[in-house]
């Protein structure tokens, strides 16, 4: 449901900006610091929308990748842990016991 929504909401606001920059069609002139260009504003605005989405994703891409990193050397301690035989399992086993015992009790 969150994935619809965020979809609907993404789709109205890149109508909103196609609305904007329609509307916006004068040339202006940009200065790109070595050069002074005159480009139609409907290019500025879909340009900067444009970066505004590739630097977004690419911190989305970056955060998902960092997440996965951690995820995968988690489990990897947590197997090793479990091998090692820890005392980790013994405690969720006495744990498990005593939740048993407590539900018989009542």
């Not at 196609?18 to 879909?46: C, E, H, Q, R, Y």
């Not at 301690?77 to 405690?91: F, Y």
């Amino acid at each position: 449901m969150k994935l619809q929504w965020s979809l609907i909401l993404g789709l109205f606001f890149a109508l909103l900006t196609a609305v904007f920059a329609v509307m916006n069609v004068d040339t202006v002139p940009v200065n790109f610091g070595f050069d002074v260009v005159s480009i139609p504003l409907i290019l500025v605005i879909l340009g900067c929308a444009l970066i505004g989405g590739v630097v977004v994703g690419s911190y989305g891409i970056f955060r998902q990748y960092k997440l996965q990193k951690q995820i995968k050397g988690l489990t990897a301690e947590l197997n090793k842990l479990r091998d090692a035989g820890s005392p980790l399992d013994s405690l969720g086993t006495q744990h498990d016991t005593l939740s048993a015992e407590h539900t018989t009790q009542h």
